[in-house]
């Protein structure tokens, strides 16, 4: 048996919109389609009035940005949106002097 914990993550490759439908789906273990329908149908004007709909859109952009993306580094400790750079400290001044002299 596993130690690794579930985690609820957006999975944007196999996702919709932005995969939080299909995040929780996984998470749950079923449909994600069950989730999409749930966020679809306070939207359509005839089922529910249109705060509902607000409400759902609302929850939705929520979820998508506090829930994090799948990606390819999920589950590897390692954050998207980090970028290494090599860099060297050149003093300018020294390199003036020798061209000068």
Avoid: H
């Amino acid at each position: 048996m596993s130690n690794r914990k579930k985690r609820l993550l957006r999975d944007k490759q196999n996702g919709i919109i932005s995969g939080v439908c299909q995040g929780i789906g996984e998470y749950l273990g079923v449909s994600p389609w069950i989730f999409r329908v749930l966020f679809i149908l306070p939207v359509l004007p005839f089922v529910l009035n249109f705060i509902s709909g607000v409400v759902s859109i609302l929850l939705y952009v929520l979820l998508s940005a506090v829930i994090k993306d799948k990606g390819g580094s999920a589950g590897t400790g390692q954050d998207d949106n980090v970028v290494e750079v090599e860099y060297e400290i050149v003093d300018d001044e020294d390199d003036q002097k020798k061209s000068d002299s």
